[in-house]
């Protein structure tokens, strides 16, 4: 199976401003807020892009499928800093799955060496594009200064 594969399978499209490929597969009902009750998509991203940083309002876990590790930044409301890698390689501290409290910035790339990762985040209460908070590189230094050449590397404009 080949990253195309999937994004013709899936029929993928563009992640907007975040980056990689994804496709919703779920969404629950609506509750009385607007928002879906949950949502889960698929994502694909290869080693030429990646996830930019970002936060969300509810908790976002993540799950690994295919390919390459996933690592991933999370920088918590409380200015600490952590690292996770998303792969199948659970003896050696990777994670198939991983929960990201909301409010907790992340962003992600592909393991150095590899070429793509085929992923999953599921949401509740569900994605929606108002609860999307974009990181802002500069900002993010300031907050995470320890953290200034990854915050770089997964920040766009």
């Known amino acids: 199976m080949t990253p195309e594969d999937l994004v013709a399978h899936y029929r993928m499209e563009p992640i907007p401003r975040e980056g990689g490929l994804f496709r919703r597969t779920w969404a629950g009902p609506e509750r009385a807020d607007g928002r879906p009750e949950g949502t889960a ?54 994670q198939p799955q991983l929960t990201v409290p909301a409010g907790t910035w992340m962003g992600g790339r592909v393991a150095a060496g590899g070429a793509w990762t085929f992923f999953g985040c599921t949401m509740a209460p569900g994605f929606t594009y108002a609860g999307y908070e974009h990181g802002d590189a500069a900002a993010l230094t300031a907050r995470y200064p320890a953290e200034a050449a990854r915050i770089a590397r997964l920040c766009r404009p």
């Open 41 to 94: 998509i698929v994502a694909l991203l290869t080693a030429d892009d990646f996830s930019a940083l970002h936060r969300l309002p509810a908790d976002e876990v993540w799950h690994f499928y295919l390919g390459d590790p996933l690592e991933l930044l999370l920088l918590a409301p409380d200015g600490t800093a952590a690292s996770a890698v998303l792969g199948p390689d659970v003896l050696h501290g990777q």
